[in-house]
Structure formats: C-alpha cells, structure tokens
C-alpha cells in the first residue's frame, strides 16, 4: 500500500491560517504515506500534474487530498488518477479548507493540529479503499410532461420538435391551462389566446406528441432512464375517434352548472367542452352532474349526436408505460380569499377575483368583455385592485411574493380604461414589484398615461353599503385613513401550489419546499431539476412564474431530458449501498426508511436448500445516502466508498 | 352548572342593569354564578400600556383565586373576558411568562379551569331553547354588535369567524328574533375615549348606528358594558354630533333572552336605559 499525500495552500484561504509546509512534512512520517507535498493551487494544472508525476515517481496506489470540500474537486481529482490508469475511487479528500481554516482562522495553532488530524483520518479511510466501478443502464428515449398549461405544452413541444416521443398528460377536458382563461398578456397586451391556440394546435398535431386529456398520472415507479407510470384515462363518455366536435349535444344538455373556465361567472352544461378553443376539439360529459348518470333519465345528448359518438358505457382507460424522463408542468391554484372576514369571507357579490375579471374583460368571455357587476349587472365605473391577498402575510400563512400580480393587476386597471374609457381604478398595493423587461416602463404607462391611482396601503375592511362597497384602508404615504365608495372590487388572489401537491408529491417520491410548491433541486444552479434524476420543473409548480418565465423553463427543462436521451446509456452510481446477504435477516427496515425506494425485497436459496427473504439494492436507484446502512441492525449493508470500516478506521486514527 | 364569577368594576357600577339581567336568566336557568370574592381589578385596556407583565399579573390574581375552586370564570363585560382568557391562553401557551408572573404575584397558577364569556355559557348550557322560551321576540328586528374585543384574537369566543361572529345572532333567532346583517358587528365604538376625547365616540359610535339603522334593525344588542354606554349613553349626542336621528334602543343580550324567557320586565332594570326601549318593545308586545 503506497499513500501519497497532497495539501494545498488555495492561495492563502488555507495557509493563512494552517501551516501547510510544517504540515507536509510531519504528514510524511505517517505509516503508510510514501510522500507528502504541498502546493499553491493543487486543483490547477501545475497542482495536478504534481500529483501525476509523484505517482508515476513514487509507483503510487492511492492518494489522499486535502483542499476544500469534496463537493468542489473530488471529480477533478478522480479524473486524474484515471488519467494515470488508476481506479478513480482510490482517493480521499480532506476537507482542511471550509471544515478547518476559513472556520478558524482565530486559532491557527490549534487549526493546523485540526488540519492534521483530518488528513489522518483520510488517510486511514483511503487504506481500506476499494477499486468502484460504474454500471451501464439504458434509457427509454420517451418523455412524460404532466400539466397541459403553457409550460407543459411549450416542453412537450421542445422535446418533440428534437425527434423524441412525448406523452403529455392534462387532468382537465382540454390542454391550455391557465393562460388560455386569459385576456391580454402583460406587458405587451398580446391576446392570451391569440398566441397559445397557434401552439396547442401545434402540439396537437405533432406526430412525436400523444395528448392524453381528462387523465391523471396514478403510480410511477422506476427510476432515471426507465421511470413506470400509469396513468389514468378518465372516460369522457364520448369516442373520441367518431365525434365531430359539432358541438349539437352541449347546445341541447338541459343541465346547467358553474362553468370552472369561466370562474363561476358563467353556466356550462354536463356535456361539454371547457372552452370553443379547446384542444381536443371533444366533449366530455360530468357524470356528477349529469341527468343521465345520476338518475338514468334524459339521455339527449345520445339522441342529437349526428355521428353517434355518446357512449355512457365507456369506462376508465388505464395505460402502462416507461418513459426516460418527466417533466412537472403542473401549475397553480389561486388563493381562496373566503379566509379574509375583513373582505367579507367572500360573501359579498361584487368582490371578485382576479382571475374573474379576467373572464370579465375577456371578449370571448361570459360578458362578451363587459365590465359588469355580477350583483345588478350595471357597468362598473369605479374600481378598486387590492393587492396581495393571499401573498405577503404571514398570517395567512402565505409568506411570499405572488411575483405576477403587481404586473396583471396594472394590466387590469389599464383594460378597465380602454373598456370604460369614464371608469376610475385605484390599486391598493404594498410595493409595487415589477421586475421584468419592460415591466416598469409599463406599470409607468398604467400611472401616468392611464391616470390609474396607486394608494400605498392595506385595505382593512370592505362592507356593503346599499349597491355599492365601502373599502376601508390607509394611504400610508398621505398617513390618512380613507373610506371610499366603488362599484366593484377586485382581489389579486395569491398564487398556492395545487391544492393536491401534498399526495401528488407523494406519489412522485419527490420532495416540496415550505409553501409545498415542487422544490428544485438547487435554487440557483439548479432551478428545473429535482434531487430525483430523470425528474423536471417547468412553470409554476415550482414558484409563481410569468409566462416567458414558464416558457423559459420549459425549454430548460427539456433540455435536460434532451440531453439524457441524447446518451448512449447511462452509468449508474458506483458509491450505493450493498447488501451482505449472508447476514442480512429479511427485516426490511431498510426498505421502509429509503427516501429514494430504492429497496426491495428479494427471495434468495441458502446452502441447505432453504428460501429467505433479503433486501436487494436497486442500483439505479440508490443515491448512496447511507440511511439504510444506519438502520440495518445486523449491519450487513456497507456503503461503497464509504464503509463501515473506512468510518472506523477514521475514528481509529483520531 | 356552577361557575365562578366575575363580575368586573363596570357591573358592580355604571351597569348594574346588565348584572341584573346576567343574575335573572342565570337564575332561571339554574346556571348557579358564583361571586369570587378576592377578583381584582382585569386591567381593561390600560394595564397592557406600561408594561406587559402588569397586565399578565392583574389577570393572573382573579385566575389564581378561580383556581381555589375548580369552577371555570365566567365573565360578562368583554373587555373583562378578553383580558381574563388572553392571559390564561397566553400562560397557558408560554410557561416561562407563567414562572414570571406567578412570581410577579406570589401565587401558583394551574391554568387548568376556563375563561367563559356569559353568552358562550348560554350557548353551551342550553340545548333546546324552543321547550323554555314563553315569549318569542317575534318580529323584533336586532342588530347583534359584538364590539372589537369579544371575537378577537379569533380565540376569543369560539365563533370561529372573528370578523363576522354569529354567536350572538344564533341566541337572538333561537330566541325567535330577526337578526339582521350588516357590516359593523365588530367595530370599534371608541371605547373609553369617550372621556378623553368625545369626538372619537361619537365619530366611531355614529358610524355604527348609522349602519344598523341603514340595514333595518329596530334596535341593538350588545354583550360589553363600554358599547353600552357608548351607543346608548351617548346616543342623542351622536345624534347631534351626526345630525341625524337614530332612535335605537340598546339591549344586553340576557335582557332579551330574559324577556323570551319570560321573566318580568320590571325585574330588569330597563329605566336605566338612557334611550327609553319601552315603546319599541310594547309595539312589539313584549312586555
């Protein structure tokens, strides 16, 4: 066994606390160490190619590094002793950089013993190292995108346009999401519509891209490369294969509910398409509601249909696949400001949601794009925005920023003008956010072009008052308490994570951040990827996101899956949990407590012919956490690179 | 049931009429009240302005004497109870304040009984009121005000809804009353800057009248002393103040579940009333 030892100065981050030099040389009198050497930068070319030629000089078989964390250079360092011929997995690294000198830079004395004390223990581990290999995996070149908003759509459609195959599965009748219930896009005032129906068309015609609408994702297991999902078709009672989509069975439904597209503001029927865009252009029938499902009567759908396309017999479709990668596109939910009693716990009529006055304003919408109150339908005159209900208040438990509505709440008061050109908006707001090309310039427009009036201020009460509404607040720039009359008021309700997220994230494996939105896997490096690999983010599943934010992230996103089918194979992680199956008693502890089931349970014959049941790693899955090794209590699983003997020979040498 | 009461100083004085009528349904109802004999002063709404122990500490002496004997407090003025079960939830919830105020007073504090206001203890205790009601209010028009501090924090009351409380309303239809909505239930009157700066009274309380008398209601009900005197005291005031005419009797809310139940009006000491409620009441044929 032949250690060389190799320290490094980083610049001064560690020599100007610890006495590298005295280091070296009281390190190459350790048993076992062949040769110890410092250097300025040992991660830099002259510092590698120093190891390099002490290897070949001194017929090295392993070394030892000790320079900052592992998470910085390990790689660097294994790729040159693979340069040299050696296996990369015969290296240790001693973290004397963010574990020792930038913590102790008060004591160096006492941080150069530190120091040495490290490298010992790595010096001990790195004797009982053992040569690691990877192995090869291969990849299903498919990708799975969950959520048919713009994000969803937009990823698909990268991914397909590249030559994969995508499955891109929507939990409502149609794909278009949320900006399909849009009016006009901020900051450009670009129909909604007008640009995303040129692109679910798109990916609806896309031969790569196979639309599964009304479905859900039920059960996926797998892993990176061969993830196994099933996925609920939800039987629209329709064929699809002979419906015209005339549209002859929703116009003569005699059923009647709250349409979800239009926010309640408008009537569906139990037979029917979200909106006359809709992607696929099919109906589907709401068994909860309808006549024929709920009392056996009616059946007028199945009579008007000129193509005989109504089938109340269908049932739910049930579809097993493997796909390579897959992407969350899932989206938000709004906030339900009922938990406001000082906005009237949603009771009072004319104070509507932001997304309300979306479908309001909305030419295609329930009023035909009047602005009307929903109590007398009488034209609103004057309006108040308040913003950030549901966002910024602890209280409500919603700590963060919503980040879109500053800028669609500034869009409203804007096509309130151009609608009612007499009306007066005032915007109740904390700070305005408006962060964004072009953003600023346009919430400036709003202001002075428009002659919107922004009140700093909470709004405290909102009453009714005969017709009209009160709504109480104080101008925090003025210091006056104000009371003023309006028509209409609407809340910019927060952005929330779906309200499901919780058994969704559940039934991924995956974990949420603290306001359950899908947490990333680093929020700066990276922001569309999960700490499951194969796993993506795009859009608001993630945080509130704009539009050309989502869009942005879809194509990163599939970007990522990109470039996992772009290779051959995949190599699987060689430092994962093994199992001594000689010892091993079949508890499956560890089965229960892996974060990443990566644990299975597997039958073995012992030498006398008897069958047992023993843990199996599955080495795709296994990320090497080491929380089964803690749990086994026959310890007889060993973590590769870091096993139980490394651990206490390192403790040995303290 | 028993209970221990509190009556706080504003029963024992400026409103004797609502402790008559909290003493006649509690009477009739066989909710035996009990007087605590050592109560101290709650603190109301100046113990908390100088220092936050004093007004842990003003509380913690009622609480610490209820201790004695296992009954839960019942309180009727709301800033009474509002200080009462602040404190106990606050000690309750912080066991280093608990150390220091039982310091502050030299006693130990088990926090184990309940702080109730009288109109929970109505609520809870009786069950069917159709079967002991003799004379539903019927057609009487209330507009229920609960005042700033009976519902919140939203653990006062347990309404659940501190912004638009439905206690007392509940109590009134049960009663067989009409109770109205409207927007003001739960704000502020003025509280006691009726002393110290009238405007404000007579601003706040105007708004409030204002309200009640827009959304139709025939008089208004009340569970806290202070709203009391303020609506009722000041009334002609605010009046002149508004220059508008209200006319708006003013009820403790035992004073109507009294009549419903029957007990003579002239046990109640309704002449204390500043604005006469007798004729709205025999228009009603209450009494």
Same mark, same amino acid.
């Given at each position: 066994m032949r250690i060389g030892v190799f320290i490094c100065h980083c610049g001064t981050n560690i020599s100007g606390v610890v006495d590298v030099v005295k280091l070296a040389e009281s390190i190459?009198? #350790?048993?076992?160490?062949?040769i110890s050497k410092e250097n =300025? #930068?040992?991660?830099?070319d002259p510092g590698q190619n120093l190891i390099k030629s002490a290897v070949k000089e001194y017929n090295l078989d392993r070394i030892v590094v000790a320079s900052? &964390?592992? =998470?910085?250079?390990e790689n660097t360092f294994r790729a040159c002793l693979e340069d040299l011929?050696?296996?990369? #997995?015969m290296l240790e690294i001693?973290?004397?950089?963010?574990?020792?000198s930038w913590v102790h830079s008060d004591n160096p004395e006492l941080a150069t013993k530190k120091a040495e004390d490290l490298i010992k223990m790595a010096i001990a581990r790195v004797r009982f190292a053992k040569e690691l290999t990877c192995s090869k995996v291969t990849i299903e070149r498919r990708a799975l995108v969950i959520g048919g908003g713009v994000a969803g759509i937009q990823s698909a459609l990268d991914i397909a346009n590249a030559g994969y195959h995508v499955t891109l599965v929507e939990?409502?009748?149609?794909?278009? +999401?949320?900006m399909a219930q849009l009016d006009k896009t901020f900051?450009?005032?670009?129909?909604s519509a007008c640009i995303l129906t040129p692109k679910m068309v798109e990916a609806n015609r896309h031969h790569l891209i196979k639309i599964l609408t009304y479905?859900?994702?039920e059960e996926v297991s797998g892993f990176v490369g061969s993830f196994e999902v099933t996925i609920r078709m939800k039987s629209?009672?329709?064929e699809m294969k002979k419906c015209?989509?005339?549209?002859m069975c929703q116009s003569k439904c005699p059923v009647k509910v709250d349409s979800e597209f239009d926010e309640g503001l408008s009537k569906r029927r139990?037979?029917?398409?979200?909106?006359?865009?809709?992607?696929?252009n099919i109906p589907v029938i709401d068994r909860a509601n309808c006549r024929y499902f709920l009392e056996?009567?009616?059946?007028v759908c199945k009579k008007v249909c000129p193509s005989d396309a109504?089938?109340?017999d269908q049932e739910d479709t049930i579809l097993k696949e493997k796909f390579g990668s897959i992407t969350i596109a899932t989206g938000f939910d709004l906030f339900?400001?009922?938990?406001y009693g000082e906005y009237g716990y949603g009771k009072l009529?004319?104070?509507?949601?932001s997304i309300q006055y979306e479908r309001l304003v909305n030419s295609s919408g329930p009023t035909g794009g009047h602005i009307i109150?929903?109590?007398?339908?009488k034209e609103a005159k004057k309006v108040a925005f308040i913003s950030c209900v549901g966002s910024r208040d602890n209280k409500m438990g919603k700590p963060y920023c919503s980040k879109v509505c500053c800028m669609y709440t500034a869009k409203h008061a804007l096509l309130l003008k151009e609608h009612v050109p007499d009306a007066e908006a005032y915007i109740f707001y904390i700070d305005i956010r408006?962060? +964004? =090309?072009?953003y600023e310039e346009f919430v400036y427009r709003v202001q002075e072009n428009y002659r919107v009036k922004y009140i700093r201020g909470r709004v405290s009460k909102i009453f009714e008052e005969g017709d009209n509404l009160i709504v109480r607040g104080f101008d925090t720039l003025s210091g006056e308490s104000i009371e003023m009359e309006f028509d209409l008021v609407v809340l910019a309700v927060g952005v929330i994570p779906r309200k499901d997220s919780d058994s969704f994230a559940r039934m991924l494996n995956i974990s949420l951040d603290a306001n359950h939105f899908?947490?990333?896997?680093?929020?700066?490096?990276?922001?569309?990827?999960?700490?499951?690999?194969?796993i993506f983010l795009s859009g608001s599943c993630q945080y509130p996101r704009d539009i050309p934010e989502s869009v942005a992230m879809a194509g990163a996103a599939a970007v990522k899956s990109l470039s996992l089918f772009a290779k051959e194979f995949l190599t699987s992680e060689p430092m994962i949990s093994e199992v001594n199956?000689?010892?091993?008693?079949?508890?499956?502890n560890c089965k229960n407590i892996c974060p990443y089931r990566a644990i299975n349970e597997e039958e073995i014959k012992d030498l006398d012919g008897k069958i047992r049941i023993v843990a199996k790693v599955n080495e795709t899955i296994c990320?090497?956490? +080491?929380t089964c090794v803690a749990s086994c209590p026959s310890q007889c699983i060993n973590l590769k690179g870091v096993s139980n003997e490394q651990i206490l020979a390192a403790i040995e040498a303290l | 049931m028993e209970y221990s009461y509190y009556p706080g100083c504003s029963l024992k004085s400026s409103s004797k009429d609502y402790a008559e009528s909290v003493k006649q349904v509690s009477d009739k109802l066989g909710i035996t009240l009990i007087e605590l004999s050592n109560w101290a002063c709650?603190?109301?709404?100046?113990?908390?302005?100088?220092?936050e122990s004093l007004s842990l500490a003003l509380p913690a002496l009622t609480i610490a004497e209820a201790d004695k004997y296992s009954r839960d407090i019942v309180a009727s003025c709301a800033a009474c109870f509002n200080r009462l079960k602040s404190t106990h939830l606050l000690l309750g919830k912080y066991p280093e304040k608990k150390i220091e105020t039982e310091k502050l007073i030299g006693k130990n504090l088990s926090v184990k009984i309940n702080v109730k206001h009288f109109l929970e203890v109505l609520f809870e205790e009786v069950k069917d009121w159709d079967s002991i009601i003799?004379?539903?209010?019927?057609?009487l028009k209330v507009a229920c005000y609960y005042g700033?501090?009976?519902?919140?924090?939203?653990?006062?009351?347990?309404?659940?809804?501190?912004?638009?409380?439905?206690m007392m309303d509940n109590l009134m239809e049960k009663l067989g009353a009409a109770s109205i909505d409207w927007p003001?239930? &739960?704000?502020?009157?003025g509280t006691s800057f009726g002393?110290?700066?009238?405007e404000v009274v007579l601003k706040l309380s105007g708004r409030i009248l204002r309200s009640a008398k827009k959304s139709g209601a025939e008089c208004i009900v009340v569970a806290c002393p202070l709203c009391h005197s303020n609506l009722d005291l000041r009334q002609s005031q605010i009046e002149k103040y508004n220059n508008l005419k209200f006319d708006l009797p003013v009820f403790y809310f035992p004073e109507l579940a009294a009549l419903a139940l029957g007990i003579? #009006?002239?046990?109640?000491?309704?002449?204390?009333?500043?604005?006469?409620p007798m004729p709205l009441l025999r228009r009603k044929d209450l009494i």
């Open positions: 190459s009198h #350790y048993p076992g160490v062949v =300025k #930068y040992m991660c830099s900052c &964390t592992p =998470k910085l250079h011929g050696l296996n990369p #997995y001693a973290n004397i950089r963010e574990q020792c939990r409502t009748p149609s794909i278009g +999401g949320r900051p450009t005032l670009d129909c479905s859900e994702v629209r009672s329709v015209t989509g005339c549209g139990a037979i029917y398409m979200p909106f006359p865009q809709a992607v696929p056996k009567k009616c059946g109504i089938d109340y339900d400001h009922s938990a009529k004319n104070v509507i949601t109150r929903p109590s007398d339908g408006a962060a +964004g =090309k072009n899908v947490g990333e896997l680093h929020p700066k490096l990276a922001p569309v990827e999960k700490n499951t690999p194969g199956t000689s010892i091993c008693t079949g508890c499956l990320r090497g956490c +080491g | 709650c603190g109301a709404s100046v113990s908390h302005i100088p220092e003799i004379k539903k209010l019927k057609g700033c501090l009976l519902t919140r924090p939203n653990d006062m009351i347990k309404d659940g809804k501190s912004e638009d409380p439905r003001f239930k &739960t704000e502020c009157c002393l110290s700066k009238p003579d #009006y002239r046990n109640l000491l309704l002449d204390k009333h500043i604005v006469d």
